[in-house]
Nanobody, 117 residues
Framework: VQLVESGGGSVQTGGSLKLSCAAS????????MAWFRQAPEKKRELVST???????TYADSVKGRFTISRDNAKKTLYLQMDSLKTEDTASYYC????????????WGQGTQVTVSS
């Protein structure tokens, strides 16, 4: 199982980034997927989820600004982040729920997003 995030970087407030998560080693289309984030000295936060059927959920803090999507043919998860704020600065991780929860080994190594004013 491998989940590899990409697309992080540095951007100014109000800017946009699109994260990708390339999955391999399991049946991507059958699993729910999620993006988590963790800022230094803060608890890990669930940002957004998408079920195998495409149903999405968002944390209140990102609702209306972030869009989660998936391409089952490409085995890739995405997170479009618009209107970025400094409080969005964190390491972003993708994870898969293939057996009743988001747990190892279905976790990526993370990609850093830094938003500056």
């Amino acid at each position: 199982v491998q989940l590899v995030e990409s697309g992080g970087g540095s951007v100014q407030t109000g800017g946009s980034l699109k994260l990708s998560c390339a999955a391999s080693g399991y049946i991507f289309s059958r699993c729910g997927m999620a993006w988590f984030r963790q800022a230094p000295e803060k608890k890990r936060e669930l940002v957004s989820t998408i079920s195998s059927e495409g149903t999405t959920t968002y944390a209140d803090s990102v609702k209306g600004r972030f869009t989660i999507s998936r391409d089952n043919a490409k085995k890739t998860l995405y997170l479009q982040m618009d209107s970025l704020k400094t409080e969005d600065t964190a390491s972003y991780y993708c994870a898969a729920d293939c057996a009743g929860g988001f747990r190892p080994p279905y976790w990526g190594q993370g990609t850093q997003v830094t938003v500056s004013s």
